[in-house]
């Protein structure tokens, strides 16, 4: 391991950031913009369902509480599954549906019961249902089987499968404040994920620079990608275009990291060396050598200007 400091820099390969952009942005809808509308489109299904559920006069008006005394009443459907009575919640409490647990006279609700029979006995008394908040501890994972894949590590099981990729997915990264995800495959694909709604929203062709490695920030909009071609290069993940090609390493890319803010990147090469790259000029600040063989981890502390790198 070698641990670099990065306050000291020097600048070689001048390069036009704003020049690398040849082809104009094609105008597609954003990823905010696809949210609201599959947001809209649930609410339009969910609200049915709930008008359903007090028309059709077999259901049974139930009440839900919280330890923190917020209750609310609404009727329930005879078919009307764990998750629905989630989805119903969220909606009324403002609470994200992936954060709601329910429970049912001491017990958990499974998302796939019919309250209506399986709980029937438990729900005459009053309140019948607590609605706890319940901050799950989530990881995504990436595998050569084409697929991503979503576990509760509370529970240690799958509860979403990501399918898209025409080839095995070497590289992911995750913004989990924003819930998206940003993907890197042999089919020279990049995919961003709504985690929120389980879909694909954007999809950018990197052509023969297959995503061995990638970084990505979702506020700035912004992917970085390394590859066999020992080239990184800078993605707008909106508008789907490739805005600079960073040069400079003799073999493959195997680690990128992208700080946005500060406009830098550091990128990792089976060549041996890091390179320590300013976003602003497209140009590399500073050649980091030192390992005798190829690079192949590294990661940064941007506050304090050090990176550790790993090598074989």
Request: glycine share 8%.
């Amino acid at each position: 391991l070698i641990l670099w400091d990065l306050g000291s820099v020097c600048s070689c390969f001048p390069f036009n950031l704003l020049g690398s952009c040849l082809q104009k942005p094609k105008p597609k809808p954003s990823s905010s913009h696809v949210r609201k509308e599959l947001g809209d489109l649930r609410r339009q299904v969910n609200q049915q369902r709930w008008t359903c559920w007090e028309t059709e006069g077999e259901g049974l008006e139930v009440e839900v509480s919280m330890l923190s005394g917020r209750s609310w009443k609404f009727t329930i459907g005879e078919h009307a599954t764990g998750s629905e009575v989630k989805e119903r919640l969220a909606e009324l409490s403002g609470i994200p549906y992936t954060e709601c647990g329910l429970v049912c006279g001491g017990q958990p609700v499974q998302d796939n019961e019919v309250l209506l029979t399986t709980r029937r006995s438990e729900l005459s008394a009053s309140p019948q249902l607590q609605l706890l908040r319940i901050f799950r501890p989530f990881a995504l994972t990436c595998s050569t089987d084409c697929t991503l894949k979503m576990w509760d590590l509370d529970d240690a099981r799958c509860v979403q499968t990501l399918k898209g990729h025409g080839d095995g997915v070497m590289s992911l990264a995750v913004d989990w404040p924003s819930r998206y995800a940003v993907s890197g495959s042999h089919d020279c694909t990049l995919r961003l994920w709504d985690l929120e709604h389980g879909i694909c929203v954007q999809e950018i062709d990197l052509s023969d620079h297959p995503a061995f490695c990638l970084d990505f920030d979702h506020g700035a909009k912004r992917v970085l990608t390394g590859s066999w071609d020992s080239n990184v290069k800078l993605w707008d993940s909106e508008a789907c275009v490739c805005l600079a090609t960073l040069s400079g390493h003799e073999e493959m890319v195997k680690e990128v990291r992208l700080h946005w803010p500060s406009l830098r990147a550091l990128s990792a090469s089976g060549d041996g060396t890091l390179r320590v790259w300013d976003l602003a000029s497209g140009s590399c600040s500073k050649t980091l050598t030192g390992h005798g063989d190829q690079v192949s981890a590294a990661d940064v502390d941007w506050s304090a200007s050090r990176a550790l790198s790993g090598s074989a």
